[in-house]
């Protein structure tokens, strides 16, 4: 930092003691330079803001638009800027005798390549004056480079630009944010009256994350007799910028332009909040609040419609990033959760946790406020330093049980009759419809799953509260419901009660002068393409149930997966491969496609690691089974190595309403499993001979992946599901963990030096979810209710219909996930 600060004020010594320098261009078409250097290569517009950013700026300028800043000038030129997502960046000059107006768009594939064009809109003239268009290329971290062409349609001239900038310390494999702390550019620009020239080179250097500063020269123009210099220093704090740039230095004055801009990220954590950046000096507290919902299937921020919907939802691993940067930010101190969502299931609760808990290891201090607290506060207790309670909230920390409606007796009534396929009670989903009562390897098991999830909370409750708990942690288990906020204290569960603005006083007292922050904002000097010398993995997310049909990315697992994993095996530059699965299981077919690619990939010599969510279980533990290693929750619910379906007969409700079901068929089977026809045995049992099959292969695939007797797999399947602590016992997984886990497994076995890119298989969401987003937008516009009360009463069961109609047709591997409460 001050090796950064001396380069800065020898950088502005120079610049302020040039003799008769006149100015010089200020364009650099292959490095960025934020809301004021858009107009320089359009391509940057969508690169740098990938049109989740609401940007707006003003800025004065001394040189104006004849280039010179000559004593008693008089007043210079206002300019407004501004980026609106997908429609595009806006540029209005307010010069002293006319206004001009640039206005722009484009495309972004990833980091490596973006495409822009613009215009030009000129008063004096009242019409386009020109057209340009932009290409930037970035095929890895240390290069880009820029091409611009542009047509003048006043002089009825083209002109051309070449920009090529380099940054010698990621070439030389230096990695983190040090590997962009120095960037050099030159500029060359051609025209159809001079021919090629040489406009500008220079040298931009990263002092922070949040400041950098850029100097440059210019060689002579024209008749000039010399070239000139000049410099830009950058403020980022956070969602607020502030710029002071020299385009030109002279003997007798130095023109320059100040600017202000506001960049507000709608997928941005500190996007709906006034909390001040991360950035901020001092001591920080890291304050996670107003956040609606978080989704702990997907790896990015926004989902559809984030333009129109006032609700805040946060992904599960962008906020675990979110802490890892607080981890490592020497300067905040505390990070403190109010009114958090839940996150999902307990191995959510889990993987959340390790992150709180490195946290804590790392120095930092954890705090949670809450109104209302479910059993998973367990989990977080573990990891918390203080729990304060609304006084009015309660907690709802009790032990565990099992509960469903079983149908039987209903259907019987009915006439209706569910004929299960699964030949073991333990392969459970549909013994609700064929059984009148619990079967008894259904309670068994469901009492085992169950005791060793709640021996977890207890685990994590004595971790946590400690000898703050009079009777220790089954007391508090069994004491449960805390209905009271009083309750809860008295019986050692949080730490005090208050109202949400006491808590933050509370830890402002606690301290004193630190500024509570909601985010880190846009880092200057943001990464460019992948990282060079560095090897990629893939973290393949595969959320949902599995069905018969594409997929849809983030939500349901289809075929997609299988063809994605096929094109990651046979991609030379994917060095390995980590699927993050949390699905309960559906299609065979599908399962089984998705499992080959798996076992092809790790025969190819790709290594493959499973890092299961909340579920991997049944269908969702078949495509992992072949996997290189296996790394789950010790909550995590998976096993469920089986096969069910179900066979639904309305023969006898048709007798009872009077209709006589009658016909015929030409050939044996030409209405096999006709609902309203009597059951047929011998189909039944051709069907049951189909389920058997299946499950042959299931555990083929599992003894093979596990390399393990195929008769110890028998023994540990029939549908049964375990923890993650009890899988790993019974040797269906490598090792306890998250994410995290996972991705050091592959770099042991790789190398450190990975570069990390998420894939998400699968076709966009379907129309009828994403209009339920749409019209839930709208209501709250017009302010007629609660904006998520059609999302709230429609997408569940939009969600389930979708879910059944990806299964398709056939017997499949499922879980029935819905009836598991905990």
């Known amino acids: 930092m001050k090796r950064g600060i001396a380069l800065l004020a020898l950088a502005l010594s120079v610049a302020a003691g040039a003799s008769a320098l006149p100015p010089g261009p200020t364009s650099f078409m292959a490095d960025d330079g934020g809301l004021w250097?858009?107009?320089?290569?359009?391509?940057?517009?969508?690169?740098?803001?990938?049109?989740?950013?609401?940007?707006?700026?003003?800025?004065?300028?001394?040189?104006?638009?004849?280039?010179?800043?000559?004593?008693?000038?008089?007043?210079g030129d206002v300019r407004l800027a501004g980026v609106v997502p997908i429609l595009g960046y806006y540029d209005l000059t307010l010069e002293r005798s006319s206004v001009d107006f640039l206005g722009g768009s484009g495309l972004s594939f990833g980091k490596?390549?973006?495409?822009?064009?613009?215009?030009?809109?000129?008063?004096?003239?009242?019409?386009?004056?020109?057209?340009?268009?932009?290409?930037?290329?970035?095929?890895?971290?240390f290069l880009s480079v820029g091409l611009t062409g542009e047509y003048d349609a006043a002089l009825g001239a083209y002109d051309a630009g070449f920009g090529l900038a380099v940054r010698p310390l990621a070439l030389a494999g230096v990695t983190g944010p040090l590997s962009r702390a120095l960037t050099i550019d030159a500029d060359l620009s051609w025209t159809e009256s001079a021919g090629f020239g040489f406009d500008n080179v220079g040298l931009r250097i990263l002092l922070s994350e949040i400041a950098d500063v850029r100097a440059w020269y210019a060689p002579p123009a024209g008749n000039a007799a010399s070239g000139s210099l000049g410099l830009e220093l950058r403020l980022a704090l956070g969602p607020t910028g502030f710029s002071v740039m020299t385009p030109a230095a002279t003997g007798s004055s130095i023109a320059y332009r100040a600017a202000g801009d506001i960049d507000l990220r709608l997928s941005g954590l500190a996007a709906k909040s006034s909390s001040l950046p991360a950035s901020s000096f001092g001591?920080?507290?890291?304050?996670?609040?107003?956040?609606?919902?978080?989704?702990?299937?997907?790896?990015?921020?926004?989902?559809?419609f984030a333009l129109f919907s006032s609700r805040r939802t946060l992904a599960l691993p962008v906020l675990l990033s979110l802490l890892e940067r607080a981890r490592h930010d020497k300067g905040v101190v505390a990070v403190a959760f109010e009114k958090l969502p839940p996150l999902g299931g307990v191995a959510d609760y889990q993987e959340f946790a390790a992150e709180l808990g490195a946290l804590r290891k790392a120095g930092k201090k954890?705090?949670?406020?809450?109104?209302?607290?479910?059993?998973?506060?367990?989990?977080?207790?573990?990891?918390?330093?203080?729990?304060?309670?609304?006084?009015?909230?309660?907690?709802?920390?009790?032990?565990?049980?099992?509960?469903?409606?079983?149908?039987?007796?209903?259907?019987?009534?009915?006439?209706?009759?569910?004929?299960?396929?699964?030949?073991?009670?333990?392969?459970?989903?549909?013994?609700?419809?064929?059984?009148?009562?619990?079967?008894?390897?259904?309670?068994?098991?469901?009492?085992?799953?169950?005791?060793?999830?709640?021996?977890?909370?207890?685990?994590?409750?004595?971790?946590?509260?400690?000898?703050?708990?009079?009777?220790?942690?089954?007391?508090?288990?069994?004491?449960?419901?805390?209905?009271?906020?009083?309750?809860?204290?008295?019986?050692?569960?949080?730490?005090?009660?208050?109202?949400?603005?006491?808590?933050?006083?509370?830890?402002?007292?606690?301290?004193?002068?630190?500024?509570?922050?909601?985010?880190?904002?846009?880092?200057?000097?943001?990464s460019w393409?992948?990282?060079?010398?560095?090897?990629?993995?893939?973290?393949?997310?595969?959320?949902?149930?599995?069905?018969?049909?594409?997929?849809?990315?983030?939500?349901?697992?289809?075929?997609?997966?299988?063809?994605?994993?096929?094109?990651?095996?046979?991609?030379?530059?994917?060095?390995?491969?980590?699927?993050?699965?949390?699905?309960?299981?559906?299609?065979?077919?599908?399962?089984?496609?998705i499992a080959r690619e798996v076992r092809l990939a790790?025969?190819?010599?790709?290594?493959?690691?499973?890092?299961?969510?909340?579920?991997?279980?049944?269908?969702?533990?078949?495509?992992?089974?072949?996997?290189?290693?296996?790394?789950?929750?010790?909550?995590?619910?998976?096993?469920?190595?089986?096969?069910?379906?179900?066979?639904?007969?309305?023969?006898?409700?048709?007798?009872?309403?009077?209709?006589?079901?009658?016909?015929?068929?030409?050939?044996?089977?030409?209405?096999?499993?006709?609902?309203?026809?009597?059951?047929?045995?011998?189909?039944?049992?051709?069907?049951?001979?189909?389920?058997?099959?299946?499950y042959d292969s299931f555990v083929g695939v599992v003894a093979a992946g596990r390399k393990m007797d195929a008769e110890a797999v028998r023994k540990i399947g029939e549908g049964q599901i375990w923890t993650g602590r009890e899988a790993r016992t019974l040797g269906l997984v490598d090792e306890l963990g998250g994410l995290a886990e996972a991705k050091a497994w592959l770099e042991s076995k790789l190398g450190s030096r990975l570069d990390f890119v998420d894939i998400l298989p699968g076709e966009a969401s379907p129309f009828l979810p994403s209009l339920i987003g749409l019209s839930s937008a709208i209501q709250a516009a017009l302010g007629r209710g609660d904006e998520g009360a059609l999302e709230s009463l429609l997408g569940p069961a939009a969600e389930r219909i979708q879910r059944l109609l990806d299964m398709g047709g056939g017997p499949v591997y499922y879980l029935d996930a819905d009836s598991l409460d905990f």
């Open 283 to 304: 001591r920080r507290i890291l304050l996670v609040k107003d956040i609606d919902a978080i989704d702990p299937d997907r790896p990015h921020e926004a989902g559809n």
């Open 37 to 75: 250097h858009f107009e320089d290569n359009p391509a940057l517009i969508p690169a740098a803001t990938a049109w989740d950013s609401f940007m707006l700026g003003a800025s004065y300028d001394t040189e104006g638009a004849t280039g010179t800043a000559p004593a008693g000038a008089g007043f």
């Open 602 to 694: 790790v025969e190819a010599g790709k290594p493959v690691v499973v890092s299961m969510g909340h579920y991997a279980a049944s269908g969702g533990y078949y495509i992992a089974a072949p996997a290189s290693w296996i790394v789950a929750e010790p909550a995590t619910i998976t096993g469920s190595i089986g096969v069910t379906g179900v066979v639904p007969n309305v023969s006898e409700t048709l007798r009872k309403l009077g209709v006589n079901y009658d016909g015929f068929d030409l050939t044996p089977g030409a209405s096999f499993l006709d609902p309203g026809k009597k059951l047929d045995d011998e189909e039944l049992a051709r069907m049951n001979a189909m389920m058997l099959s299946i």
């Open 366 to 526: 954890v705090y949670f406020y809450g109104e209302r607290f479910d059993r998973d506060f367990a989990v977080l207790a573990e990891q918390a330093d203080a729990i304060s309670l609304d006084p009015l909230g309660s907690l709802e920390l009790n032990g565990l049980g099992f509960h469903r409606a079983y149908l039987k007796p209903l259907f019987d009534n009915l006439g209706i009759r569910f004929v299960g396929l699964a030949p073991w009670d333990t392969k459970s989903a549909f013994n609700n419809l064929t059984d009148s009562s619990m079967p008894a390897g259904e309670e068994a098991m469901m009492r085992r799953l169950y005791g060793d999830l709640q021996e977890q909370l207890g685990i994590s409750l004595a971790a946590g509260r400690g000898e703050r708990l009079p009777g220790g942690p089954e007391a508090a288990l069994s004491g449960g419901p805390y209905l009271t906020a009083s309750d809860a204290l008295k019986a050692g569960l949080v730490d005090s009660i208050a109202y949400a603005g006491d808590f933050e006083d509370s830890l402002r007292k606690t301290y004193t002068g630190a500024t509570f922050v909601s985010g880190f904002g846009a880092p200057l000097g943001e």
């Open 529 to 593: 393409g992948r990282p060079a010398f560095r090897r990629r993995a893939a973290i393949v997310w595969l959320s949902g149930s599995i069905g018969e049909g594409k997929g849809r990315a983030g939500r349901e697992i289809g075929g997609d997966a299988a063809l994605e994993i096929e094109r990651l095996r046979k991609d030379g530059s994917v060095a390995g491969i980590v699927l993050r699965i949390d699905s309960p299981g559906g299609s065979a077919l599908t399962s089984d496609m």
């Open 112 to 141: 490596a390549f973006s495409i822009g064009g613009d215009f030009d809109w000129s008063s004096a003239s009242s019409s386009i004056v020109s057209f340009g268009m932009g290409l930037l290329i970035r095929p890895a971290n």
